[in-house]
């Protein structure tokens, strides 16, 4: 429906978004290693033994041993790093890299990685419970970028964004409309698409999982929907001292300062 690229929408609270560039880099080095160096034989392993399995997970089906890479539940991470083609990757990390700076700005780095993680296990979960027996490995950022999309619509839906709709024209909307449009495809899609090739169900369970991780993650006073901090009337219009006056010959009244021997003047 549409790709980002780019938004008006400066770091406020960190100097540059670490965790955001080392996703990307992860992802990008997993993409080359399973894409481009190993064999069709060795990246078909590689995501039978770290992708997403529901069947596996749920008890329906037994991996051999040899491809047993990690424990079955880190593969509620581990799948999130890898992706089926160039373009799978690169639409993914293009959105990561409009909308993930704001909100590891939002949350601070830690914090923001573990989000991150937390919506990549959400879509795997809602992915497995839309298909318990299904025997094809899940992988993919899309769980885990679901969940970044849905923190900056929350956050941010009145910022600028220039978005490419329908690959060919570049207009600047606000967040909130090709965001909620965006979030509402996906849940049309699981309805009518539930078996394709595209899962749905772990773009919705990152969604869910963004919707309401952000609102407990965002650091203290970073506000919801690009609401102003406004400072309280009782504290705006609380009376201040004013400065001791003095009144020095062929000058102004000015503050007094230490070595002043004039006479205040209040």
């Excluded at 899309?142 to 329908?166: K, N």
């Excluded at 909620?180 to 773009?203: C, I, K, N, R, Y």
């Amino acid at each position: 429906m549409f790709i980002p690229l780019h938004d008006a929408n400066t770091l406020k609270h960190i100097k540059l978004q670490w965790v955001t560039l080392g996703l990307i880099a992860v992802n990008v080095a997993a993409w080359l290693f399973t894409g481009v160096i190993a064999s069709e034989q060795v990246s078909q392993a590689t995501f039978l033994g770290l992708g997403y399995i529901p069947a596996v997970a749920f008890d329906h089906a037994v991996l051999p041993p040899q491809l047993e890479l990690v424990p079955e539940p880190l593969t509620y991470i581990t799948y999130a790093f890898f992706h089926a083609g160039f373009w799978h990757l690169a639409s993914n990390m293009l959105f990561l890299w409009v909308f993930g700076d704001n909100i590891e700005d939002a949350m601070g780095h830690v914090r923001f990685l573990i989000f991150y993680l937390l919506c990549a296990v959400a879509g795997a979960l809602c992915h497995g419970l839309a298909g318990t027996s299904s025997q094809a490995p899940l992988i993919g950022a899309s769980g885990a970028i679901s969940g970044v999309v849905t923190a900056y619509l929350v956050l941010h839906p009145r910022v600028r964004v220039w978005v490419l709709v329908f690959m060919r024209i570049p207009l600047p909307l606000p967040a909130f409309v090709p965001l909620l449009l965006w979030v509402g495809q996906q849940f049309t899609m699981l309805v009518l698409e539930p078996d394709g090739g595209v899962s749905w169900g772990a773009h919705v369970g990152g969604i869910l999982a963004g919707g309401v991780l952000v609102l407990v993650m965002r650091r203290r006073g970073v506000p919801l929907f690009d609401r102003e901090v406004v400072t309280p009337r009782a504290v705006r219009d609380r009376p201040t001292g004013n400065p001791i006056m003095v009144a020095v010959a062929g000058q102004p009244p000015r503050p007094r300062l230490p070595w002043d021997k004039g006479q205040p003047l209040n």
